[in-house]
């Protein structure tokens, strides 16, 4: 397969396997000539070898309706990412945290300060966590 720079891929290979990325650049010579921007917990970029990847399935458009598997609230981050494939890397307090601050707003204007109390929330609950550790 050959990939341009924006194609979406997921890692087939390494540490990073499974984990859904996009191509930031190609270089036609090398041993690893496709550089890619890994997501996960932490964002990584990474030079692969063709073989390595594969591209991410075309999406199949979502109805607007589909609020139980893609609530629009949760499926406006770019290149397809949903804040599930960032929260599900995440222990459940973070990851609640990080769904509240994405959705704070977007869900609905008359409970984004709501949202955001929330996500305080579980912060300060992961932080008491930590700290009784």
């Not at 070898?49 to 607007?64: G, H, M, T």
């Amino acid at each position: 397969m050959s990939y341009t720079v924006d194609d979406k891929v997921i890692v087939q290979a390494g540490e990073h396997a499974g984990k859904r990325g996009r191509v930031v650049s190609v270089n036609t010579g090398g041993i690893y000539p496709i550089y890619v921007k890994v997501y996960g917990s932490v964002i990584r970029y990474v030079w692969y070898r063709d073989n390595e990847l594969k591209p991410v399935p075309k999406a199949v458009p979502v109805k607007a309706t589909d609020s139980v598997n893609h609530p629009s609230h949760y499926t406006w981050l770019p290149n397809g990412l949903e804040v599930i494939d960032l929260t599900e890397h995440m222990n459940f307090n973070r990851g609640n945290a990080v769904k509240y601050v994405a959705r704070a707003g977007r869900k609905s204007k008359a409970t984004e300060l709501e949202d955001l109390k929330k996500a305080r929330w579980y912060i300060d609950r992961e932080i008491s966590r930590m700290e009784a550790s």
